[in-house]
């Protein structure tokens, strides 16, 4: 069975350019997590969604936005891109929400420049 | 408030050994569910174990046990007979039922295995 997929693998937008990373959960998964993880942190949380409304989201601007598709695909957003974006955006599937399991992808790594 | 503290920023290992890492959480929230990572330099977010709140037995994954103490608010990770391909950064996460789903992650652990 294919795992958690994330397209693109690699990334270089200019500042102020707008980016869109996918996602495509494990097949019978019907939650989407993303979370941004810069370098020498943990990931942090930005949006989670589940059966294709949003039911949580982190502390980062509105520049960032993000939708699930009736597939539970999911796509991420970010408007106006600062040099601070650059990070590894991973997204993380799981098949419902609150506890269990949760499974995460290989990640974009995005460099803004 | 939700919290993961890993207290080993580095350790150094011999490869063979068994390596413990430090985890502990702090919640209010009866229900949750705790998590180890394994971050290669590649980045990819690696699933090793988990552990809910109301399991009684501690999990186990092949080489991957977590040492489960619920009173301590404890949950480390021990990795029995280590391989030079352990070497990695490790993170120790939580997710509440009660939240909005999202897991909060330790600052992690970079293990290193010597040959």
């Known amino acids: 069975d294919a795992g958690v997929t994330q397209s693109p693998t690699h990334l270089i937008k200019t500042r102020g350019q707008h980016v869109t990373l996918r996602c495509s959960p494990i097949s019978g998964h019907k939650s989407v997590s993303w979370y941004q993880q810069v370098l020498g942190q943990g990931p942090q949380f930005i949006f989670q969604y589940y059966e294709k409304e949003e039911r949580g989201r982190g502390n980062f601007p509105d520049r960032f936005s993000a939708r699930q598709f009736p597939n539970y695909s999911s796509e991420l957003n970010v408007n106006a891109l600062l040099l601070g974006d650059s990070a590894l955006y991973l997204c993380?599937?799981?098949?419902?929400?609150?506890?269990?399991?949760?499974?995460f992808g290989q990640g974009t790594r995005l460099t803004v420049v | 408030a939700q919290k993961i503290t890993q207290t080993q920023p580095g350790m150094f290992v011999q490869e063979k050994e068994a390596v413990t890492l430090d985890c502990t959480y702090d919640?209010?929230?009866?229900?949750?569910?705790l998590f180890w990572y394994k971050q290669p330099s590649s980045g990819e977010m690696i699933f090793l174990i988990y552990?809910?709140?109301?399991?009684?037995q501690n999990a186990t994954e092949g080489r991957y046990s977590l040492n489960f103490q619920k009173a301590r608010k404890s949950a480390n990770l021990v990795i029995s007979a280590s391989q030079l391909g352990d070497s990695a950064m490790y993170f120790c996460?939580?997710?509440?039922?009660?939240?909005?789903?999202?897991?909060?992650f330790g600052k992690g652990t970079r293990l290193h295995i010597l040959p």
């Open positions: 552990q809910g709140s109301y399991d009684q």
């Open positions: 996460a939580m997710r509440e039922r009660n939240r909005d789903d999202k897991i909060i």
């Open positions: 919640t209010s929230d009866p229900s949750y569910g």
């Open positions: 993380a599937s799981s098949l419902g929400t609150g506890t269990g399991e949760a499974f």
